[in-house]
């Protein structure tokens, strides 16, 4: 490792302020950061760490709206954000106990990793990304894979999460990282359903449209009978084919039908 300033600030202000020197980086929990830098892929000159800033955390539920504080690690959204089920529950299966316990939602978003958990259920639930300038509807957020609508130095201060009628996250694990090698999350709303899918998209999570227009004709499994997504825009590689890929989008959709019903 190579040197690099560390501070950690207890205001969101002070935070943006340190970041706005050149080469300074926002640190989360630390789980994709510090690896990236411990293998020189990246080097910023100074780290400023959120876990400092307690405006930042927690979980509370008001008006149907669900806010967790950017800096919430994946362990407190577990057991914290029982309002909303099928979030906890997504959370509760990321990575492993040390990395629930260090990661973040806010660093998990800002990574927007093409297989990473929470961008679906950001998406599928028509969340609002708040952050230390704005808001940012989730269907203006993602941008394709590890890039986001986040400026240089911006903050995920809170995540905003309408609560859902009915919802189900459905994540075929890849064993070895546990990450999702197809991950859909299915969200029922009064308005419509909204499906998300991650980590199958060489564009990064995406919604899939076509499902939601028959699970808004009808709430079943069946309704996706006849539905494939097309293979060519899927990512290929060692864990997983395009087909694979394409054929685990349907069936975990359906799965997640079935439990969310
Ligand atoms: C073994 C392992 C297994 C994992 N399995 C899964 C899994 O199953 N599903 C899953 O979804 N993820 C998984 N992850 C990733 C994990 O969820 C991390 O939490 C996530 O990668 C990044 O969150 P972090 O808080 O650690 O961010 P950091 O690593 O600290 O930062 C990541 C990036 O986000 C930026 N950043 C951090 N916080 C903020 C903020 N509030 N505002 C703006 N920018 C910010 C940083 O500058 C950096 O660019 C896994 C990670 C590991 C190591």
Same mark, same amino acid.
Request: charged fraction near 15%.
């Given at each position: 490792? +190579? ?9 969101? $202000? ?8 050149? /080469?300074?980086?926002?640190? !989360? !929990? =630390? ?23 307690? /405006?930042?955390? #927690?979980?509370?539920? @008001? %008006? #149907?709206?669900?806010?967790?504080? !950017? =800096?919430? *690690?994946? %362990?407190?959204?577990?057991?914290? $954000? #029982? ?5 906890? @529950? ?5 990575? @492993?106990? $040390?990395?629930?316990?260090? %990661?973040?939602? #806010? =660093? ?9 958990? +929470? ?6 639930? =028509? ?5 230390? *300038?704005?808001?940012?509807?989730? @269907? /203006? +957020? ?10 240089? !130095? ?19 694990l890849q064993p070895a990282s546990r990450f999702a090698l197809v991950g859909v999350f299915v969200a029922k709303y009064a308005d419509g359903v909204r499906v998300a899918v991650t980590g199958a998209s060489e564009e990064g999570v995406f919604r899939w449209s076509e499902a939601e227009e028959a699970l808004n004709k009808e709430f079943r499994p069946d309704a996706l009978m006849d539905l494939k997504v097309a293979p060519a825009n899927m990512i290929g590689d060692l864990h997983g084919t395009?087909? +694979? ?17």
């Open positions: 490792m +190579y040197n690099f300033e560390f501070v950690k600030p207890s205001t969101v $202000a002070e935070a943006v302020s340190a970041l706005g020197e050149e /080469d300074a980086q926002a640190l !989360g !929990g =630390g789980q994709t950061l510090l690896p990236t830098m411990k293998q020189r892929l990246a080097s910023p000159s100074k780290l400023v760490s959120l876990s400092g800033i307690a /405006d930042m955390k #927690g979980v509370s539920a @008001d %008006g #149907g709206v669900l806010t967790i504080g !950017g =800096g919430t *690690t994946h %362990g407190t959204v577990a057991a914290e $954000a #029982g309002a909303y089920p099928a979030l906890a @529950d997504l959370a509760s299966h990321i990575g @492993d106990p $040390a990395v629930r316990n260090r %990661g973040t939602i #806010g =660093g998990s978003l800002a990574n927007n990793d093409p297989s990473a958990c +929470y961008p679906s259920a950001a998406l599928a639930s =028509g969340a609002t990304i708040v952050t230390n *300038t704005r808001e940012i509807a989730a @269907d /203006d +957020y993602f941008q394709g894979m590890f890039t986001t609508a986040l400026n240089e !130095g911006e903050i995920i201060t809170a995540v905003k999460f309408p609560i859902p009628q009915a919802a189900n996250y459905q994540k075929f395009k087909e +694979y890929r394409a054929h685990l989008v349907g069936v975990m959709t359906k799965r997640a039908v079935t439990a969310a019903g």
